[in-house]
C-alpha cells in the first residue's frame, strides 16, 4: 500500500503585508498636526490623551507613534529647538488631509515659538475637536491667490464657541512698537489689519461685530491694551461723525502664561 502525502501549500502572503494600516486615530490626529502646521512631540501626547479623553500621553508613546507614521511615508520630524523633536506631515499628507494644494513645508526656528504657543491656545480651549477651530493655515489656504498676490493679515485661528459664535484668535508673545499696533497721527496700524481679517473671518465682509482675543504674555499685554483704548477713542469719534458707522469689534486680552506648554521650559523635562 503506498500512501501519497500531499504537500502542504504555501500561505498566500497579504497584499499589505509590511505597510501600515490607517486608523481613525491616525486620520484625526493628523488632520489636527496638518492643520497647525506642526507640534512639539509634548504636545502631540497631550492632543493624544485629549482625544481619548485622558490625561496626556508620555513621550516614548509619542515617539512609538510618529515612528510608525514615519515608516508609513505620512510625516517627517526632526530637532528644531531646544525642546523635544517636532513633527509636520509630508507635502501629500498636508494636502490630502486639508483637500487642497500646499508648499513643502517645514518649521523653522524663527516661527516655531509662535506655532508652539498657538497649538498650545488651541488644546486648552478646545482640544482634540475638529469642529471648534479654524486654522490659520486653513484661512491662509482656502483662497486661491493669483501669481504674486500676497495674503492679507489672518488670524491665528478661529476658536468656534459651542453656541456657534465664533472668535478671532490672535497669539501676541513679543511686544510690537506701540505705533505699529494704532498710530494715533495716521490713524492707522496692525489693528485695522486684526479687525478686517476678523470680520471676514468671523462671518465675511459684512459682517458688523466680531470678538477677537489676544491671547499675549505679560510683557505685551499694557502695550496692547493701551494701543486698543486709542483704537477703540478713535472709533467713537468716527461712530460720533457717522452714525451709520456701526462696525464694532470686542477686544479681549488674555494671559498666555496661564495655558499648559505655551513655551518649552525644562521644568516641562
Not at 249 to 254: A, P
Amino acid at each position: 500500500m503506498t500512501i501519497t502525502m500531499e504537500q502542504p501549500k504555501a500561505r498566500r502572503q497579504r497584499s499589505d503585508r509590511g505597510s501600515v494600516r490607517q486608523t481613525a486615530r491616525d486620520v484625526h490626529l493628523l488632520t489636527w498636526i496638518a492643520q497647525q502646521y506642526a507640534v512639539p512631540m509634548d504636545l502631540l501626547a497631550v492632543l493624544m490623551g485629549k482625544r481619548e479623553g485622558a490625561g496626556p500621553r508620555d513621550l516614548t508613546t509619542a515617539y512609538a507613534l510618529v515612528n510608525r507614521w514615519k515608516k508609513a511615508g505620512w510625516v517627517q520630524s526632526g530637532q528644531v529647538d531646544a525642546g523635544p523633536a517636532w513633527v509636520w506631515p509630508t507635502q501629500s499628507t498636508a494636502a490630502a488631509y486639508l483637500e487642497r494644494k500646499v508648499t513643502n513645508w517645514r518649521p523653522g526656528l524663527a516661527r516655531v515659538a509662535h506655532l508652539r504657543a498657538a497649538a498650545a491656545v488651541r488644546l486648552y480651549r478646545t482640544g482634540a475637536d475638529l469642529t471648534r477651530w479654524i486654522s490659520e493655515r486653513e484661512l491662509t489656504t482656502s483662497q486661491f491667490l493669483a501669481k504674486g498676490d500676497k495674503p492679507g493679515h489672518r488670524p491665528d485661528g478661529i476658536e468656534v464657541l459651542p453656541d456657534g459664535q465664533r472668535v478671532a484668535i490672535e497669539v501676541e508673545l513679543t511686544p510690537k512698537n506701540p505705533q505699529r499696533y494704532w498710530d494715533p497721527e495716521k490713524e492707522s496700524g496692525l489693528l485695522t489689519e486684526v479687525r478686517s481679517a476678523a470680520l471676514n473671518a468671523i462671518g465675511g465682509p459684512r459682517n458688523r461685530s466680531g470678538e477677537v482675543a489676544y491671547w499675549c504674555t505679560r510683557e505685551a499685554r499694557p502695550v496692547l491694551a493701551r494701543a486698543i483704548e486709542q483704537y477703540q477713542r478713535n472709533e467713537r469719534i468716527k461712530r460720533n461723525r457717522d452714525p451709520k458707522y456701526d462696525i464694532s469689534i470686542r477686544w479681549h486680552l488674555m494671559d498666555i502664561e496661564e495655558v499648559p506648554g505655551w513655551k518649552w521650559s525644562t521644568e516641562a523635562e
